[in-house]
């Protein structure tokens, strides 16, 4: 890795303050160098390759500091599905390590990267150059084909190509193969106008000068040092790896170079967010959730019993929607003539996750007869003796999944996400450390792809956006406080005008072993 480093170091002009290849991590980890890397002068940005975290918490409170000052980048390696730490609820599959790292980075600041290539021409675009003050990219060019390839890159990464300059000329521009350095000049003078990020893709030809061409652009890009720029040269040999006296960098194809500059306009904007502070959160009850954590856990770890796991989610004002425990189909009945609207039979058993498969809940139940008819089927998809949980039908515009997974090693995780018996194909979930801020919980939703959903989609009504935010950071709180909570599932949520209705709950508790402390620093045992 150190060599491969070196070599693109020296290839594109790179430089390098400091290089360190740690081995087993004995001694120096990688948290020391980054307390290093904080205070050092001649550190600009931070590339790291990790196959491991020794201590991530601390990993993560250390590089959140760092990304502030610095731009950190990152590459994970050992990402494979057979390195992930398999979970029985939709939670804890969500958060295997995978998943796991990536929200540890996207909080942090840090630039998540896919491969060397990635990182290394990430770094260049980081060092020494202003960063974006926005998303939107103008790219001008002698070769129509390479715009299509940068335009299409930028749409990928997140980029915008606005009509640029104050003769509104098009975007991508293509001034054509014979463009003279003049020519390329005024056109790059008029796209800096208006934009975050300038994009200049030089294709060399027998029919232009591309060393005068870099010259003149070199001295466009010094006239504009708050833009962020790079360019791309196809077809040349002996040219500079850097435009203008500002060193900027200089790649050999459209989709590197809009990659660079997509990270650095992410990281741009993940600088501009306000830090948030610790949530006011009022009616939370931390002694008697203790209490029924430690009574739950004196019969062994497990999943716990809808009532209990009802119990311990409402000392931190969480509510679920309440259910009656029956064992037999005439209280089931019974149960549900005191319900006004159509009820749902599920089982009991608190060992099944997913109670939607093969018939362990039935919905709409209308009528003592309907409700009898039904009690046999639920009941017999548990074990004997679970018995049958009844609750009101409830309908909502939108189904959502929160829920919460502790690592021992990451700590504990919030997930949110598209809920209902589609959340795992879908896949629409957003993962935060623990603990979050009061403004973690917004971004969370807003990350999702269903957000358009939450706001008023088609002229429906918006949900209560402010009681799901209260909601997650609820379940941060209780994570934060109780980390003997190992899994929870509140799959579906309903999300609606007059707040958060949690269907259904499904928690497991296990006792806490011996896990890293974020702050405390201890050699690692070679054995």
């Not at 997140?158 to 509104?168: C, F, Q, R, V, Y």
């Not at 070199?218 to 060193?247: C, E, I, K, M, Y």
């Not at 319900?339 to 599920?346: E, Q, R």
């Not at 879908?426 to 957000?451: E, F, I, K, N, Y």
């Given at each position: 890795?150190?060599?491969?480093?070196l070599?693109?170091?020296?290839?594109?002009?790179?430089g390098?303050?400091?290089?360190?290849s740690?081995?087993?991590?004995?001694?120096?980890?990688?948290?020391?160098?980054?307390?290093?890397w904080?205070?050092?002068?001649?550190?600009?940005?931070v590339?790291?390759?990790?196959?491991?975290?020794?201590?991530?918490r601390k990993f993560a409170?250390?590089?959140?500091a760092?990304?502030?000052?610095?731009?950190?980048?990152?590459?994970?390696?050992?990402?494979?599905?057979?390195?992930q730490?398999?979970?029985?609820?939709?939670?804890?599959?969500?958060?295997?390590?995978?998943?796991?790292v990536?929200?540890?980075?996207?909080?942090a600041?840090?630039?998540h990267?896919?491969s060397?290539?990635?990182?290394?021409?990430?770094?260049?675009?980081?060092?020494?150059?202003?960063?974006p003050?926005?998303?939107?990219?103008?790219v001008?060019?002698n070769?129509?084909?390479?715009?299509?390839?940068a335009?299409d890159?930028?749409?990928?990464?997140?980029?915008?190509?606005?009509?640029?300059?104050?003769?509104?000329?098009d975007?991508?521009?293509?001034?054509?193969?014979?463009?003279?350095p003049?020519?390329?000049?005024?056109?790059?003078?008029?796209?800096?106008?208006?934009?975050?990020?300038?994009?200049?893709?030089?294709?060399c030809?027998?029919?232009?000068?591309?060393?005068?061409?870099?010259?003149?652009l070199?001295?466009?890009?010094?006239?504009?040092?708050?833009?962020?720029?790079?360019?791309?040269?196809?077809g040349?040999?002996?040219?500079p790896n850097?435009?203008g006296?500002?060193?900027?960098?200089?790649?050999?194809?459209?989709?590197p170079?809009?990659?660079a500059?997509a990270?650095a306009?992410?990281y741009?904007?993940?600088?501009?967010?306000?830090?948030?502070?610790?949530a006011?959160?009022?009616?939370?009850?931390?002694?008697?959730?203790?209490?029924?954590?430690?009574?739950a856990?004196?019969?062994?770890?497990?999943?716990?019993?809808?009532?209990?796991?009802?119990?311990?989610?409402a000392?931190?004002?969480?509510d679920?929607?309440?259910?009656?425990?029956?064992?037999?189909?005439?209280?089931?009945?019974?149960?549900?003539?005191?319900?006004?609207?159509?009820?749902?039979l599920?089982?009991a058993?608190?060992r099944?996750?997913?109670k939607?498969?093969?018939?362990?809940v039935?919905t709409?139940?209308?009528?003592?007869?309907?409700?009898?008819?039904?009690?046999?089927?639920?009941?017999?998809a548990?074990?004997?003796?679970?018995?049958?949980?009844v609750q009101p039908?409830?309908?909502?515009p939108?189904e959502?999944?929160?829920?919460?997974?502790?690592?021992?090693?990451?700590g504990?995780?919030?997930?949110?996400?598209h809920?209902?018996t589609?959340?795992?194909?879908?896949?629409d979930?957003?993962?935060?450390?623990?603990?979050?801020?009061?403004?973690d919980?917004?971004?969370m939703?807003?990350?999702?792809r269903?957000?358009?959903?939450?706001?008023?989609?088609?002229g429906?009504?918006?949900?209560?956006?402010?009681?799901?935010?209260?909601?997650?950071?609820?379940?941060?709180?209780?994570?934060?406080?109780?980390?003997?909570?190992?899994?929870?599932d509140?799959n579906?949520v309903?999300?609606?005008?007059?707040?958060?209705?949690?269907?259904?709950?499904?928690?497991r508790?296990?006792?806490?072993?011996?896990e890293p402390d974020?702050?405390?620093?201890?050699?690692?045992?070679?054995?």
């Amino acid at each position: 890795m150190a060599i491969a480093v070196l070599e693109h170091a020296a290839r594109t002009g790179a430089g390098v303050s400091t290089l360190v290849s740690l081995g087993d991590k004995a001694d120096v980890s990688g948290n020391d160098l980054i307390a290093y890397w904080y205070d050092d002068p001649e550190t600009r940005a931070v590339a790291l390759y990790l196959e491991s975290f020794g201590n991530p918490r601390k990993f993560a409170r250390t590089v959140r500091a760092l990304s502030r000052r610095k731009p950190v980048l990152a590459l994970k390696s050992g990402r494979s599905v057979a390195g992930q730490r398999a979970g029985a609820s939709h939670t804890a599959a969500a958060a295997a390590p995978a998943a796991a790292v990536d929200a540890l980075f996207a909080q942090a600041g840090v630039i998540h990267t896919e491969s060397l290539g990635e990182l290394l021409d990430a770094a260049r675009m980081l060092t020494d150059q202003p960063l974006p003050a926005g998303e939107r990219l103008a790219v001008v060019s002698n070769a129509g084909g390479l715009n299509v390839l940068a335009a299409d890159s930028a749409e990928l990464a997140g980029l915008h190509l606005p009509t640029t300059g104050e003769t509104a000329q098009d975007n991508p521009l293509d001034l054509g193969a014979g463009a003279s350095p003049q020519q390329f000049a005024a056109a790059a003078e008029a796209a800096a106008s208006g934009v975050d990020m300038l994009l200049l893709i030089v294709a060399c030809t027998r029919a232009n000068q591309p060393a005068e061409i870099l010259a003149a652009l070199g001295g466009v890009a010094d006239q504009h040092p708050d833009l962020s720029v790079a360019a791309v040269v196809t077809g040349g040999t002996g040219l500079p790896n850097r435009l203008g006296a500002r060193g900027a960098p200089v790649y050999d194809l459209p989709e590197p170079a809009v990659r660079a500059l997509a990270h650095a306009a992410s990281y741009a904007s993940w600088r501009r967010r306000p830090l948030g502070g610790r949530a006011e959160l009022t009616g939370i009850d931390r002694q008697r959730a203790q209490a029924l954590v430690d009574k739950a856990l004196e019969h062994g770890p497990g999943w716990q019993t809808y009532a209990r796991t009802a119990e311990i989610l409402a000392a931190y004002g969480i509510d679920v929607v309440p259910a009656t425990l029956v064992r037999d189909a005439f209280a089931a009945a019974v149960a549900a003539g005191q319900i006004d609207g159509p009820v749902v039979l599920k089982s009991a058993d608190p060992r099944l996750v997913h109670k939607s498969d093969t018939g362990r809940v039935r919905t709409g139940l209308r009528g003592p007869a309907a409700v009898r008819e039904a009690f046999d089927t639920v009941a017999a998809a548990g074990r004997p003796g679970q018995g049958v949980l009844v609750q009101p039908h409830l309908n909502g515009p939108v189904e959502l999944v929160a829920g919460l997974v502790h690592d021992p090693l990451f700590g504990s995780l919030v997930l949110l996400g598209h809920g209902g018996t589609s959340t795992d194909l879908l896949d629409d979930r957003a993962l935060q450390q623990v603990p979050m801020t009061d403004l973690d919980s917004g971004r969370m939703w807003r990350s999702l792809r269903c957000a358009p959903l939450l706001t008023g989609y088609r002229g429906t009504p918006p949900v209560d956006t402010a009681a799901l935010q209260d909601l997650l950071l609820r379940l941060s709180r209780l994570a934060e406080d109780h980390p003997e909570i190992a899994e929870l599932d509140l799959n579906p949520v309903l999300a609606g005008p007059d707040g958060m209705h949690a269907v259904d709950a499904k928690l497991r508790l296990a006792p806490v072993g011996g896990e890293p402390d974020p702050v405390l620093r201890r050699l690692r045992d070679p054995g």
